[in-house]
């Protein structure tokens, strides 16, 4: 693709308008269509853009795989944080007030994230 000069320079005027675009998905769910399901998308669809243009060890720059697991495990800290913080500061948590319903969340949250990581390390080395 190195050959491909027009596409490459349209991609770089692209890919960052679809990342600013994804956070805008994320922060305007609140008013309307949106969240952090479509704006994950997006956001993935930007860094598959990249990969599918630049090369994909141009892209493991950018987002190392060891980056990965510790992005995952931030987000699964900030989930529990918002959690708790609504159970200490109003009694709800995540729109719930069963603590089982939201330990049983937190449960599959961890299992998905520990499972995204796996299979990112396939296959074992």
């Not at 141009?58 to 913080?85: C, D, K």
């Amino acid at each position: 693709m190195r050959h491909l000069l027009i596409l490459r320079v349209t991609a770089k005027l692209i890919i960052p308008l679809i990342l600013l675009f994804a956070l805008y998905v994320q922060f305007h769910g609140d008013y309307g269509p949106g969240g952090g399901f479509q704006a994950g998308v997006l956001f993935a669809a930007g860094f598959i853009l990249y990969g599918l243009i630049f090369d994909l060890d141009h892209a493991r720059q950018v987002a190392p795989p060891a980056l990965l697991p510790v992005l995952m495990a931030v987000g699964l800290l900030i989930y529990a944080a918002v959690g708790v913080y609504g159970l200490l500061r109003a009694g709800i948590s995540l729109n719930t007030t069963s603590w089982p319903r939201t330990l049983c969340m937190a449960s599959i949250w961890a299992y998905y994230s520990l499972s995204l990581e796996s299979a990112s390390r396939w296959p074992p080395s």
